[in-house]
């Protein structure tokens, strides 16, 4: 007796794909649930066991709040707020933005920037971030006015390199971009 196997192999990122991809031919408002899950070769609701819905896609990555945090924390104990923060991106770059995610992480830039209700989440995303970011600077002791000024250059830094590694063309690593980013903000910092 043939069926359907329990459990699928990489199922949320092969409806990541599917969507991105079907959201790019069709276009997002034209795309549903059960056009991705077809497309990915799996149930509807398999689907929704990975998201909550289609925007689920490609705002569901809370991980990278998690991971960003616990880099951060786990920064060497002499580093200032911002080396922190880059201690934080530099795990972002081993982890999700890879060169093997490069032309996905494009593709979700593409989709969002096409729709600006899909701005505008991700623009609340982003404010989250900054508040977690800042969050986990204060817990290494650093002082609010300080931890939220670093949060915010950090978000920044996050948004410059994010937009430079998507960028058409652009071959150079995140973690090489987040670092230069860094130091252009810890320069032009200095020159205030």
């Known amino acids: ?33 059960v056009d991705i899950a077809q497309r ?5 609701s398999t689907f929704f066991r990975h998201f909550q819905d289609k925007r689920g896609v490609l705002f569901g990555e809370e ?3 998690e ?20 201690h934080g991106l530099d795990a972002l770059g081993a982890s999700l ?3 093997e995610r490069r032309a996905l992480v494009a593709r979700r830039r593409a989709v969002i920037d096409a729709h600006p209700d899909l701005m505008e ?3 609340l995303k982003g404010a989250s971030l900054t508040a977690s970011i800042a969050r986990a600077l204060a817990e290494r002791g650093v002082a609010g006015p300080v931890a939220e000024a670093a949060a915010q250059l950090g978000a920044l830094v996050l948004k410059w ?11 150079d690593g995140f973690g090489d971009l987040a670092r230069q980013a860094v130091s252009d903000v810890q320069a032009a910092v200095l020159e205030v």
């Open 1 to 33: 007796m043939v069926g359907m196997a329990r459990w699928e192999p990489n199922a949320s990122q092969r409806l990541a794909n599917a969507a991105l991809e079907l959201f790019v031919e069709r276009g997002y408002e034209n795309t549903t649930v």
């Open 40 to 44: 990915a070769g799996l149930a509807k």
């Open 63 to 65: 991980s990278m709040t």
């Open 67 to 86: 991971q960003l945090v616990t880099a951060i924390a786990a920064a060497p104990d002499d580093a200032t707020p911002l080396e922190a923060v880059a």
């Open 97 to 99: 933005f890879t060169d």
């Open 121 to 123: 989440r991700e623009t």
């Open 161 to 171: 390199t994010y937009e430079r590694w998507t960028g058409s063309g652009n071959e």
